[in-house]
């Protein structure tokens, strides 16, 4: 949501925080220890599985409370193709996204045909579909255990470095993040960018204009999918290790929360939610246990008190950024 | 012969508690379009205060009365202070009362612990009826009775009282009912207030056979959800026989497939949500 105001200075202050913002994601590896560049890898996954999640909630206006199914179903792909067949990334990573947009597909065909409140509680209830197998299917899955020792990605590349070490682990990821955001900032500028915020904003309008409104969002539904896939596949190649817990519903809430916290339909919003969940998150449970209802409070204050996230907040009191 | 009849009375059971559950959310949905992802709280706070309850009185009909009771209050709290400035807005409602979810869940492992408990039976009830070679514990049975009333007394206040006319009114077209002079801000309140009684009761009597521990309200929400789905959203008849059906594949399905337990419950799903998107006795 680009304002007129910043049409009429041109690009240039967007280029230069994009500028600034690119140079400190180089440099942090120079100033960070090992714990807190493994945060910032944490980030940067969670802002792009927060902004897949927008593309639908957000974009789309489809209020998915089941989208860590497919972080998680990408993840568990991917770390089996790792651990049992020894694939390298090059083939490991695409296979989840894959599995994870196929999964969408079918998914997508059985929950777009409600909306609303329904469309919440049936992304949900289809989620958990895929926690109950992860689960049960102990001889595949490792049930509860999950699957310890996923190998960090091999590239075959004969690199110097290796991306077990953490600093070469964060450049491949700040790399496919890099590009992955910018294919979503390319979605959502595109046709199928607007025709998406048409539909969310009327879909009886969309269809008298001609548009397959059911096909849009269908899309809207799978791409969102694969993003996540990506998030997830990421994420255990971080973590070295899937549990079930990547695919729990506390998982999918949280990532609602962080586009909503952040400003659904920015994209840049459910980012920076998803870096301050991460980051509060992260300081909170090393001073208390209580984290969850620290948590859970967060929850409701930002659902009373910010339901349009911090880039409303900010839309709020900066009134001479508002949009006419 | 007995060991399918024991399963299906265990089935059959269990699926009681869950109607419970699933009328109370079913009819929150019905009426204020509400997803209350704190339903599966309510259910474990009744358990939690009943117990307490229990272990100062002594007294298991105090017990279910003063649990069921204190959580309907909460209910009451929580729709008239926050649940009711989100109206009609879905998103919010979600993070709210999954909020809730947490804060509740944690505090109960602050106040009760983080080991499973159970309550135990009445004395009156802990016995089984026999007929010939046929045992069956007397406990049960009365979770099927209670059930059974509560679903006919239901039924009563639905189609033959006049809260029951207010109530239909409501969920047909609010905007009207509120025209018409209905207090439908009220039936909000007495609705969800009701709802979390039926789930706190549920939490009690589930108590001595499903047991309290800390994750049961994550899971019987995710079940109550099932229910719903299956039967049809804002219908008794699909609270109660979505309650049954879930009930039975959820006891055969731990029986027969033990490794795929959640999935014999979730698979049935999927495919009602493909022929009827609404459920069994939902409205399209």
Redesign the interface.
Known sequence: MSSPHLKHLGLWPLGAVALVAALTLLGLPYVLSTYHLGLAVQMMIFALFAMSLDLLVGYGGMPSLGHAAYFGISAYTTALLALRLDLNAWLALPAGLLLAALTAVLFGLLALRTRGSYFLMITLALSQVVWGIAFGWRSLTGGDDGLPDVPRPALGLHLPWSLTDSTPFYYFTLLIIAFATFLLVGLVASPFGYALRGIRESETRMLALGYNVWRYKLGAFVLSAAFAGLAGSLYAYYNRFVSPDYLHVARSAEVLLMVILGGAGTLIGPAVGAVLIVLLENVISAYTERWLLLLGIIYVAVSLFAPSGLIGLLRHFLPWRATP | MNFWLIQTLNGISFGMLLFLLAAGLSLI?GLM???N?THGSFYLLGGYVGLTVLHLSGSFVLAVLVGSLAIALLGVVMERF?LR??HL????????T??????????AT?VWGTSPQTIPKPPLLSGALQLGGFFYPYYRLFIIGVGLTVAAALWWVQDGTRLGAMLRASVDDEEVARALGINVSLLFTLVFGFGAFLAALGGVMGGPIVGIYPGAD?DVM?LG??V??IGG?GSLKGALIGGLAVGLLDNFGKVFFP?????T???P??VI??LR?AGLFGRE
Do not use: N
Request: glycine share 2%; net charge negative.
């Open positions: 949905f379009k509400v997803l992802l926050f400035r989100l807005q879905e998103l919010p409602q979600a993070l709210l999954f909020g809730f979810l947490f804060i509740f869940s944690d505090l602050v994550f995710l959800f099932v719903v789905i959203l490794e795929l337990a959640l999935f419950i979730f698979a799903m999927a949500l493909a998107p």
